[in-house]
């Protein structure tokens, strides 16, 4: 099987999980039952042996073609010959309870004959624990099983399937009006068979998602420009929740690769503390209140974790749990053969101050605009606050999670100063105790070295690291958290400089591989969340032509569906894990900002 680009993909899950359906029927990614559960199909990391699920038209001359059914995330691939179309329905039932257990997770796969005849091919064949086990299929009731060292699963279908070796599948002819359930499920652990299938059953599980996921929409009241794809990118952060604890992992998938061929392959499967901020700010401005409180429910949990004197981790499991070591599983190719592919995260061990930032700055949105934080909560964001008036002049790993030396950040420093501002922002509106005079002093201390050693005189910008002259997109924050404003002679100094050293044909780089050394090596595409703040800083400068086409050139980078990965390449491939939250994040917070720019009330959206 050849690989498919990444960006022909779509994505269906169940707020537990999410599965990554082909163009071609091929399902290639599904870890069951969790998120960072381990892989049961996975051929988009290794197409020989790590597992997928087929079902497509067996002429190789069909057409394809895929959409959602209108605000949901319910996924139709369309098989064209002059013979026939058929058609496949793609969905997981969502539990709206949130309280499903194993065996509850389930993908339905319903196979429609739209007109004439056309030949299909079925092909399953999955691969349990990242192909580490190997599985022979059982029959099993109305289907078949795969089961090794307590991890299983089976599919039901009325449709008779063969042995395909370590897989199952069929040859058949689909007619006009067929209607052919297949659905494959999470074995729980005590082994019970799910209950008989049916096509009158998935119809009515079929539209029971359907309700769901447009009821849940139904809730947005964003009503200015570029609605659809704001949309789309909510149901994005949606599919990517998980749902007993409110959670929101960076993307479903891991090791896609930043470059073909390099390195650059990081599993992103978990929880980053700095999402929090510009989860909350997004959610909220789209008129999704709860789920930005769920979120911050979880990030107050951790918040609650905190020992005295510990600061932040940079990410946590979905349960949050800490541990989470990073291995290489080096029997897999990776795609496309780009190795290694990795499990786990090492950056969860690094300093990155940044994050003390952005939780605080998500802990002040949330207070102002969902719900008093406790007082419990309170006692440790003040403990984090004094934490960081002793660390902020420390080296860290910085937003980018390098891998060589720790280096004096300027985002870094200027999410410290992100921390004691908001926390001293906090603590005034609501009369609350702190250590006001101490977080004011080094509050202050924060804006004079970023002002005296974070800002070059030579290249009229912000830069990367205290004292360097290498630029960083991540500075285009700067005007977003209300450090400057965003004309500022010194903002609009970065906006030209950035736009000279970091910008091609208005993608956006974070920074430059070449001239700055990350201990990773090798290129990347453009930074696709990068992009979406440049387009917003434009904005909020009153540069608003270079802003909106900025944004619209972005919008023709998103895939079929509306969906984005973490990077874009040389030819304006996806690159990177898929879908991004950070990147669906950045168009909702750059299309509200920009809409409201154009209507000429450009405080409407601000952060606070």
């Given at each position: ?395 860290d790993s910085g937003i980018w999670e390098v891998r060589g030396e720790r280096r004096p950040f300027t985002f870094s420093k200027l999410m410290c100063w992100v921390a004691l501002d908001r926390a001293h922002r906090i603590a005034t509106a609501r009369s609350l105790p702190a250590n006001r005079s101490r977080w004011l002093a080094e509050r ?165």
């Amino acid at each position: 099987m050849p690989y498919l680009p990444i960006e022909h993909h779509g994505v269906i899950g169940d707020l537990h999980t999410v599965a990554l359906v082909g163009t071609d029927g091929t399902i290639d990614w599904l870890c069951l039952p969790h998120f960072d559960a381990p892989s049961v199909f996975a051929s988009i990391l290794d197409a020989g042996r790590g597992g997928h699920f087929r079902i497509a038209a067996a002429s190789s001359e069909a057409r394809r073609r895929q959409m959602y059914l209108p605000d949901t995330n319910v996924l139709v691939t369309r098989f064209l010959t002059p013979d026939g179309v058929g058609e496949i329905v793609d969905f997981m039932p969502v539990d709206d309870s949130l309280r499903k257990g194993a065996e509850d997770h389930r993908v339905v796969r319903l196979l429609r004959g739209v007109r004439g005849d056309i030949p299909f091919d079925v092909d399953c064949r999955p691969a349990l624990d990242y192909a580490r086990c190997a599985a022979e299929p059982e029959r099993c009731g109305d289907g078949w099983r795969w089961s090794a060292e307590g991890r299983a699963v089976e599919i039901a279908t009325p449709l008779s399937l063969e042995p395909r070796g370590p897989g199952v599948g069929a040859e058949f002819t689909l007619h006009s009006g067929d209607e052919i359930p297949f659905v494959l499920a999470h074995v729980g652990p005590d082994g019970a068979p799910p209950p008989r299938i049916s096509v009158e059953r998935c119809l009515d599980e079929f539209r029971d998602t359907v309700r769901y996921w447009q009821a849940w929409i139904a809730r947005s009241h964003y009503q200015g420009r570029w609605r659809e794809m704001v949309k789309r990118s909510s149901l994005v952060l949606k599919l990517l929740t998980f749902a007993p604890t409110g959670a929101i992992v960076a993307a479903p998938t891991t090791s896609l690769p930043e470059r073909l061929g390099g390195s650059r392959n990081w599993d992103y499967r978990y929880v980053w503390i700095r999402d929090a901020a510009f989860s909350a700010y997004a959610l909220i401005r789209a008129g999704f209140a709860e789920e930005a409180t769920r979120f911050m429910e979880f990030t107050e949990s951790r918040c609650r974790e905190l020992q005295p004197g510990e600061g932040l981790r940079v990410l946590y499991g979905i349960d949050g749990r800490k541990d989470i070591p990073e291995t290489r599983l080096d029997h897999l190719e990776g795609y496309q053969g780009s190795a290694p592919v990795r499990i786990g995260n090492d950056a969860e061990g690094q300093l990155q101050l940044d994050i003390n930032g952005e939780f605080m700055d998500a802990l002040y949105l949330y207070d102002k605009h969902c719900r008093p934080i406790p007082w419990d909560v309170w006692t440790h964001a003040r403990g984090l606050a004094d934490w960081v008036c002793e660390h902020w002049t420390e080296p860290d790993s910085g937003i980018w999670e390098v891998r060589g030396e720790r280096r004096p950040f300027t985002f870094s420093k200027l999410m410290c100063w992100v921390a004691l501002d908001r926390a001293h922002r906090i603590a005034t509106a609501r009369s609350l105790p702190a250590n006001r005079s101490r977080w004011l002093a080094e509050r202050d201390k924060i804006y004079e070295t970023i002002m005296s050693r974070g800002w070059s005189r030579t290249k009229r910008s912000f830069v990367q690291e205290l004292d360097g002259d290498g630029l960083d997109a991540s500075m285009l924050l700067a005007p977003m958290v209300r450090f400057v404003a965003p004309d500022d002679p010194r903002m609009l100094g970065t906006l030209d400089a950035i736009g000279r050293e970091l910008v091609s044909d208005s993608l956006v780089h974070r920074y430059d591989t070449a001239r700055v050394p990350d201990g990773i090596g090798g290129d990347e595409g453009t930074f696709s969340m990068c992009t979406f703040w440049l387009a917003e800083v434009l904005a909020r400068a009153g540069r608003l032509e270079e802003a909106r086409l900025t944004f619209e050139k972005m919008l023709g980078y998103a895939n079929h569906l509306g969906l984005y990965s973490e990077e874009i390449g040389p030819t304006g491939e996806a690159l990177g894990n898929f879908p991004q939250a950070f990147t669906h994040l950045g168009l909702i917070s750059a299309a509200i900002n920009i809409s409201f720019a154009l209507d000429g009330e450009p405080d409407r959206a601000r952060r606070g």
